[in-house]
């Protein structure tokens, strides 16, 4: 079992960006820091940021625009999502998309009001059944119950 603790440090809406383009389009983005366990606990700070209103052709470009400001943080960037089900991208670099997954079960439970058990989370090509549960502040994601 994997278990992530999460705790989101921006306060709701979050930061909404406008994209450049012809159309109306913007991201919403939410910061916070995640922490999986394991033999070696790792904290990570991540940007989730939700661009289901942006065109498919824009989401590279996003992707790397906010990767460049934010060259230490895990991004992650929802492209579609539904009640139980979310689509993320990345630019990951160490091949592990769980704490993208994780901090991604936490921004959709929390300030979506997604209550479904488990939410699916796909990571590029990774899929994740997360359960989302909270303690306190923080929202803890795992793999399985």
Request: aromatic content about 6%; proline content about 5%; charged content about 20%.
């Amino acid at each position: 079992m994997s278990t992530a603790s999460v705790v989101i440090t921006s306060e709701p809406p979050g930061e909404m960006l406008s994209v450049a383009g012809g159309r109306n389009e913007s991201i919403q983005i939410v910061r916070g820091f995640v922490e999986c366990q394991g033999a070696v606990p790792k904290e990570q700070t991540f940007i989730v940021a939700s661009g289901i209103s942006l065109s498919a052709e824009k989401y590279q470009g996003v992707l790397g625009s906010l990767a460049s400001e934010n060259p230490d943080l895990i991004i992650g960037l929802i492209v579609s999502e539904s009640s139980g089900s979310v689509s993320v991208l990345s630019l990951r670099q160490d091949h592990n998309a769980f704490p993208i997954a994780a901090a991604v079960v936490a921004f959709k439970a929390s300030w979506g009001w997604d209550e479904s058990q488990p939410i699916v989370v796909r990571v590029d090509d990774d899929e994740f059944e997360l359960y989302a549960t909270f303690e306190g502040s923080e929202a803890l994601g795992a793999d399985s119950p």
